[in-house]
């Protein structure tokens, strides 16, 4: 049964492992100028829904 599990455990990572070199490839290529950069932003999420923090009023 560890056999098994390990096996599965290992193509698991096999796969995140191919999915962070692709990233890292796609950045190479952007940064060698061989493909146009991609715009990336950040999303800074927040819950309107429950008001002005204390800490932020006290300020």
């Known amino acids: 049964m ?15 492992l191919r999915g962070k070199l692709e990233e890292a490839q796609k950045r190479i290529d952007e940064l060698e100028g061989r493909m146009p950069p991609v715009m990336r932003c950040n999303v800074i999420s927040h819950d309107f829904t429950k008001g002005i923090p204390k800490e932020a009023k006290a300020k």
């Open 2 to 16: 560890t056999d098994i599990r390990l096996i599965k455990t290992l193509i698991e990572s096999n796969k995140i």
